[in-house]
């Protein structure tokens, strides 16, 4: 693999104007403000943080599927570079058949009036990426094959698979236009363990198989730890602390990645009681406070969080985090 | 501390356009007050539906077996909930002594009254208070659950509560009346972690305060571990296993269990890869004869798996499992595996 990135992003802002607000200027909403990110080719890119910390917008972003407010995003493969900021149309349209989106609910993801086999087709018809009826389904046949679908399954329509198996062909349609780059949004979520242990062993497996670069964004940690070789912490739209993920887990150091991994229920009847416990909720992103965003909720903030907003520092090790007080936290 | 709930042969079928839906095949188990069951299982397992039939809840087309027998121990006597038929007796049982909290807290308040009116409403409609006293209680309770600014909360509406704040003042609302009983329908699910921590926290306090029992369901197993005393599984409408928690999670005897805790990601165990139980759950038209798991199990021992309903065996006292493995295991001479005893001996469920 190369040592240049296949996406790589410079101080990128997504904000969405909303309605409401009365007089004056219109609130906006800042779900994703000044986030650096490089993601290797060929990685598995955990995005984890809570619900409103802007981890579906980014996502998003990176796919072109929301307008990008500021900044730099660009895709580069061995092929092309993509200046995503400005990309249009005619390569926009390219750029759709190299990244993928796999959604999160896979009762809501599928056509319920489709055949599995046109579900899995339809990417490829719409981009125009095979010539012949024949070609298309050798092309479905094969990538479903790669997610457990049989024949039999191609023919039916969604309503008769089970969770598992409709994830299953989300991800096959997803895949079916040979990308480079997917981005997988809660995609195991709303599937139960027992499952959700087969799928996310699937995706690894295509990974590797297919050598593709994934972002994979969960608010489930311990899911997260699993299957990612990089763990990237979001809070209120910026990125607190990315690391590799044994790094990240062994010795977090932001205290927001410390609160989010001792607040997972612990497997040990032993050990309950010692987690440190985060108070209150996420503000709201149309009015995030001054200074540092998690100084509403963290235990050690001082005066320095109040008013200057932490850059991301790099600690070595490809361990960045943002804090003012990391280093004297650490001891 | 006594009993409180007793629910024998639980035999719970719906009628379909495609047939007849068996959802709980033949369940039992007991509660006793100030006690919290955890009731585990995939979804389409049939724990929904279990803890709407304490409240006689299930939809118009639920038939139930004959000999269904659920009984609720109130200090006025027995409540036998199967034979409650209209909606004025059933008040008893819901929200009176009761209640229920379900899993997602936007869609179960009303989206155009106000959370303050929503409490008071049901106050009054299950205990004799007046308008005046129905809002202090309400306001206390709201406070009591961590919410500030109780009284302001009070008059605001679903949509204006963030998702924790909404939970929360869900389970200050059925909490009010003081029920005997609480069922909680995986009330964390919908909430993030740090969130899902305080909603934990707080109703391990309320326990402690209220002395209620608790039927906690869920299908994240840590979060039992966390809240409950005890736990029953389910799988496809039937009870696998049931026992303490600490038994259960240490020492799973089902296969099922087993490969439940198997595909959990541990932090623990980062190096091992995750264990996916194979196949997926049978639709639940399409019942498998014999053990409900033996499409997926991979331990099942031939014929008598495939033909042949396992009964509850005891590992011990307290913790007791449906598989023909177990027992066929434990009735050998010399049994390799055999738990360590507990100390307790007090009432052995019936089977």
């Not at chain 1, 403000?33 to 290797?40: F, R």
């Not at chain 1, 969604?158 to 780059?181: C, D, E, N, T, Y």
């Amino acid at each position: 693999m190369s040592n240049k990135p296949l996406i790589s992003v410079k101080d990128l802002s997504v904000h969405f104007g909303i309605r409401g607000g009365g007089f004056g200027k219109k609130p906006v909403v800042r779900a994703v403000e000044g986030v650096d990110l490089d993601i290797a080719p060929g990685s598995f890119f955990g995005l984890v943080g809570e619900s409103g910390s802007g981890k579906t917008t980014l996502g998003r972003a990176l796919l072109r599927a929301v307008p990008i407010t500021r900044g730099k995003l660009t895709y580069q493969d061995e092929d092309v570079t993509y200046d995503l900021g400005t990309i249009e149309k005619q390569e926009l349209k390219e750029y759709r058949s190299k990244a993928q989106l796999i959604f999160q609910d896979p009762y809501a993801a599928l056509s319920p009036r489709m055949t599995v086999r046109d579900i899995i087709a339809e990417p490829l018809e719409v981009m125009g990426l095979t010539s012949s009826k024949e070609e298309t389904d050798e092309r479905v046949r094969e990538i479903a094959e790669k997610c457990r679908l049989n024949l039999e399954h191609l023919r039916r329509f969604p309503h008769a698979f089970s969770g598992g198996q409709r994830q299953r062909i989300s991800i096959a349609r997803a895949l079916v236009s040979k990308p480079h780059f997917v981005v997988a949004d809660e995609s195991v979520a709303a599937l139960d363990v027992s499952i959700q242990a087969d799928v996310l062993n699937l995706l690894k497996e295509i990974q590797q198989e297919m050598g593709l670069t994934f972002l994979f964004i969960s608010h489930d940690l311990s899911v997260v730890a699993h299957v990612c070789d990089h763990v990237a912490v979001m809070y209120l739209g910026r990125l607190v602390e990315t690391a590799p993920t044994r790094q990240l887990f062994a010795a977090p150091k932001h205290p927001y990645t410390k609160a989010l991994l001792s607040a997972i229920p612990s497997l040990d009847p032993d050990d309950a009681g010692v987690a440190e416990k985060l108070e209150g909720e996420i503000p709201s992103p149309t009015n995030p406070p001054p200074g540092c965003k998690f100084q509403t909720r963290c235990r050690f903030a001082i005066d320095i969080c109040r008013k200057d907003e932490p850059k991301l520092d790099h600690t070595g090790n490809e361990h960045n985090v943002a804090c003012h007080r990391w280093e004297e936290l650490m001891e | 501390m006594g009993k409180l709930l007793d629910v024998e042969n639980l035999t719970l079928q719906f009628d379909t356009d495609e047939g007849r839906i068996t959802a709980v095949d033949n369940v039992s188990f007991s509660l006793d007050a100030g006690e919290v069951m955890g009731l585990v299982g995939e979804s389409g397992s049939g724990k929904s539906v279990t803890a709407k039939s304490v409240m006689k809840l299930n939809a118009k087309n639920a038939v139930y077996g004959d000999k269904t027998k659920i009984t609720l121990h109130l200090e006025d006597g027995p409540v036998d909930i199967m034979s409650l038929q209209t909606s004025k007796e059933l008040q008893v049982v819901r929200g009176g002594a009761i209640s229920l909290i379900f899993q997602e807290p936007m869609a179960s308040f009303a989206p155009a009254i106000s959370i303050g009116d929503q409490m008071t409403e049901q106050l009054q409609i299950h205990t004799d208070m007046n308008n005046k006293q129905a809002k202090e209680l309400s306001i206390e309770m709201l406070d009591r659950v961590g919410i500030s600014d109780a009284s302001t909360r009070f008059r605001q509406f679903a949509f204006e509560l963030s998702g924790g704040m909404r939970q929360r003042a869900m389970i200050a609302m059925a909490l009010s009346t003081k029920p005997k009983l609480l069922i909680a329908d995986e009330p964390t699910t919908a909430l993030d972690v740090t969130i899902q921590a305080q909603v934990i926290d707080l109703m391990k306090d309320l326990v402690k305060d209220f002395g209620m029992g608790i039927i906690f369901i869920t299908h994240d197993l840590g979060v039992i571990v966390q809240t409950a005393d005890k736990v029953a599984v389910m799988y496809l409408g039937r009870l696998v296993e049931q026992g303490p928690v600490r038994e259960v999670i240490r020492t799973p005897a089902h296969p099922y269990t087993k490969g439940l805790i198997a595909a959990l990601p541990d932090l623990d165990k980062l190096d091992v890869p995750l264990a996916a139980i194979p196949g997926d759950i049978p639709s639940p038209l399409e019942r498998p004869p014999g053990c409900v798991f033996n499409t997926r199990c991979s331990v099942a021992i031939g014929e008598r798996c495939t033909s042949e309903i396992p009964m509850f065996t005891k590992i011990d006292d307290v913790h007791q499992v449906a598989c023909h493995l177990v027992e066929e295991d434990l009735a050998k001479p010399a049994p390799k595996a055999a738990k360590t005893k507990p100390k307790s001996k007090s009432g052995g469920k019936s089977k």
